[in-house]
């Protein structure tokens, strides 16, 4: 048989069917049309059964007057609109064969759909051929057959309702509670998943209350654990809360003494999937009720940890540290802080000297643990790194992970393994030592795989792709890989990681030169999404990013739509979050160079002043800002002869220089770009023309076009204070048309004037040499 999807009718559709059914002209069904298209919807079932019911019922007859078929309309209309569907098929239902009656009542039981395997137990069990009798309910167009399964199901739910309401409602729970028990029967070594869910469903719909032996309510919390845990390996946490609550239902009244592993057991996995479904009062207060019963503190230690999480994701970060601390002390860890930054930095490169010593294999064999403590320890100091990631506490956050790796590698693997490694390449990467960062943030990944360890996959990916990969993978992909890392975070419940990867795939995607028309749109619509989840933690800094944005394409009279620059200052120094003051300044910085603001740029220019250890380790916008600020001190140089900016400018190319060694494709023209600058500053022309010419190459190469364009464009202004217009014309129409490719449009136009200005020169062959200074500033 070949099945066709037919969808609703409409009412020339319904019309239409009638008319034919009927052989009657359209025009005169019309109104019986219209009254059986609001009752059936144009559902093409509803409207065949509503017909055939009104001629069985005589509503629809044939008028032998008038020799064609009539109808009674005002009793057809009478027919209550939300009850006549459902109250005609049970009418008919009621007239079909008792055992096709029954079938159907089983059936419906089940749910909208049944399988073979179903259908045979319950022949078995209630002494029945279910199987002919579901034949017979195909062809009765009742149900039919999954094309390509061994499932069936009812044509509509509306026929699995009326099916349904046949049973007694007395009878209903007992019916459900004996088909479970029946197919959990068959389904006890756990073979078929599909077989197994069904008897547990089916048990649930039952109760407790229904169960006349009550030895069996403790084998049924099982079963429902049992349902959930295999729930929470599909990341379905919405139905594993479901079986997990209907197993502390099945205990009995007795059961932290009757029952006491069992309710641990139940409680614990209902706390952990609750607080993954961010369900939080639930889940505190299944984790509340684990610390006030549970007899020893082992099998309080998951219930501490869900606490903690409940904390932070209701925002409350200072009472989660506090409380995370609190436990930890009371575990006998010592928590103590590392005094100096010169202590701290000690201890990061003696740890990173002794794990230098391991090969990758070593690392990536090691055990999984097995004590419970200290597995819970780790869960808690990774809840520490989440909180000092969100407050950017980056010493508390080095001084948790140098606590972790040690643990680990005194006492094997936990889940949280990967993220002490991720974070410590970070540490590595803050103290200069590129290499083994990125080796370690590798190993980080590859171990988060080896151990699947998918609760903190995305924040691992957030770390290791935003703070380390950067100086060795290009940007383009670090974007990509940080999308995916949103994409975990959002499968696993991780909502703090999901929007971090996000906000930093936004970032990426400005410094990488993506269109800035796509970046300004997505990031409004990610903050509009936020704001309607009531997730604005991070709002500010991804209005910086679509402020920056704007202001590149409509020009900076566009105002802030997002978040105003006040509110943005404000929100970082009330939170003490020196790394969002820090990226404010940053885009304030590179938009104040490309605008020639001079004075924004005396009081935004000091960017590497401010890249210490504990405050702001490195990330890309950060290095792309020390860029600008290169530029901008040649640029204020040549403009006020004051020597400390060329001191400034040549510690910003040292220390691009340094990081180019590791990442040529991130930072190689940004390199030749500072270099050129430096000879047009001192006044080497020639050279500077060379390294012009290499840096607009090398960002081509990396498909950088924005700093393509920023290339062409300060090389036409060399080449115009050299009085060489026509070679300077040529550099600025490059430059407009990849401003113009990038989506700064602003950029494009305000160069475009200086262009202009520039061809007026040559035409008129009057340009003086520095006429440029006073003639073609940027408005």
Same mark, same amino acid.
């Given at each position: ?149 061994? %499932? ?74 049992? @349902? ?54 639930? @889940?505190?207060?299944?984790? %509340? ?19 903690? %999480? ?143 360890? +998918?609760?903190? @996959? ?39 990681? +999901? ?24 990031? +409004? ?44 200052? @404000? ?122 010419? %290499? ?52 950029? +494009? ?31």
């Amino acid at each position: 048989l070949q099945q066709i999807h037919v969808t609703n009718l409409d009412y020339e559709g319904v019309n239409n069917l009638i008319s034919h059914d009927l052989c009657v002209s359209p025009r005169l069904t019309r109104p019986l049309s219209k009254i059986i298209f609001n009752k059936s919807l144009g559902n093409p079932f509803f409207v065949w059964r509503l017909l055939e019911s009104l001629k069985k019922n005589e509503m629809i007859y044939f008028s032998r007057r008038e020799s064609r078929f009539a109808w009674d309309i005002d009793k057809i209309s009478d027919l209550e609109i939300s009850d006549d569907v459902l109250s005609l098929l049970i009418m008919e239902m009621k007239k079909l064969p008792s055992d096709i009656q029954m079938g159907l009542k089983v059936f419906s039981c089940i749910g909208a759909s049944v399988n073979e395997a179903v259908i045979e137990i319950l022949s078995s069990h209630l002494a029945i051929n279910l199987g002919s009798i579901l034949d017979d309910a195909t062809r009765k167009c009742y149900m039919d057959k999954v094309a390509g399964t061994k %499932k069936y199901r009812f044509v509509h739910d509306r026929v699995q309702q009326a099916a349904y309401e046949m049973i007694p409602e007395e009878d209903r729970r007992l019916y459900h509670m004996n088909f479970g028990l029946s197919i959990c029967s068959h389904v006890l070594n756990g073979e078929n998943d599909d077989l197994f869910f069904t008897s547990v469903n089916q048990m649930n719909q039952g109760g407790p209350e229904i169960l006349a032996d009550p030895s069996q309510k403790p084998v049924i919390a099982r079963l429902n654990l049992n @349902a959930g845990a295999k729930c929470i390996e599909l990341s379905d946490y919405a139905s594993a809360i479901r079986y997990f609550t209907n197993g502390v239902a099945f205990l009995g009244p007795n059961h932290w003494n009757d029952q006491y592993d069992l309710s641990i057991e139940l409680y614990d996995s209902a706390a952990d999937a609750a607080c993954n479904l961010s369900d939080l009062v639930l @889940a505190e207060d299944f984790a %509340k009720t684990i610390i006030h019963r549970a007899k020893w503190t082992e099998h309080k230690l998951n219930a501490f940890y869900v606490m903690s %999480k409940t904390l932070r994701k209701k925002s409350l970060l200072r009472e989660s540290i506090h409380y995370v601390l609190s436990v930890l002390n009371e575990l006998g860890e010592d928590t103590t802080p590392i005094g100096e930054e010169t202590q701290l930095i000690d201890r990061i490169r003696s740890i990173m000297n002794s794990i230098a010593s391991f090969p990758d294999e070593t690392i990536l064999s090691f055990k999984m643990a097995e004590r419970k403590q200290f597995i819970c320890c780790m869960n808690l100091y990774s809840e520490l790194l989440y909180l000092y990631h969100l407050t950017a506490e980056t010493k508390k956050l080095f001084e948790v992970t140098l606590t972790m790796v040690q643990l680990t590698m005194k006492n094997g693997l936990t889940v949280y393994s990967p993220a002490s490694f991720a974070n410590f390449g970070l540490a590595a990467v803050a103290v200069g030592n590129y290499e083994l960062g990125y080796r370690l943030g590798s190993l980080a990944l590859k171990l988060s795989q080896r151990i699947n360890a +998918a609760e903190s @996959a995305s924040n691992i990916m957030a770390v290791v792709k935003w703070f380390i990969a950067w100086a060795f993978e290009p940007l383009q992909s670090i974007s990509e890989s940080l999308e995916i890392g949103y994409n975990l975070g959002n499968q696993t419940g991780d909502v703090y990681s +999901a929007i971090m990867n996000k906000n930093f795939s936004f970032s990426a995607m400005f410094l990488s030169g993506k269109n800035l028309v796509f970046v300004r749109n997505q990031t +409004a619509a990610f903050i509009k999404e936020l704001r309607r989840r009531k997730q604005e933690w991070c709002v500010n800094a991804l209005a910086i990013t679509h402020s920056i944005s704007s202001a590149l394409i409509e020009g900076l009279g566009v105002p802030w739509s997002i978040e105003n620059e006040d509110t943005i200052s @404000a929100q970082g120094k009330k939170r003490n979050n020196k790394a969002l003051l820090l990226n404010y300044r940053c885009h304030q910085l590179m938009k104040a160079f490309f605008f020639r603001l001079d004075d924004k740029i005396r009081s935004t220019a000091c960017i590497l002043d401010e890249l210490t250890l504990t405050e702001a380790p490195l990330r890309p916008t950060f290095i792309v800002a020390v860029f600008f600020e290169g530029l901008a001190c040649y640029r204020m140089e040549r403009k006020s002869r004051d020597k400390k900016w060329m001191t400034r400018g040549g510690t910003a190319l040292s220390f691009i220089k340094t990081i180019g060694q590791s990442s040529p494709w991130n930072f190689e023209n940004k390199m030749f770009l500072l270099e050129a600058e430096k000879m047009y500053t001192i006044g080497a022309f020639q050279q500077s023309k060379e390294l012009y010419e %290499k840096a607009i190459l090398s960002a081509k190469t990396h498909k950088f076009i924005h700093e393509e364009a920023l290339s062409h464009e300060l090389a036409g202004f060399m080449h115009l204070e050299n009085q060489m217009p026509r070679e300077a014309v040529e550099y600025f129409a490059e430059a407009v048309s990849c401003y113009t490719n990038w989506g700064a449009l602003a950029l +494009a136009n305000q160069l475009d004037s200086v262009a202009n200005k520039a061809r007026g020169a040559l035409v008129t062959n009057s340009l003086q040499p520095n006429d440029h200074n006073s003639n073609f500033q940027f408005s």
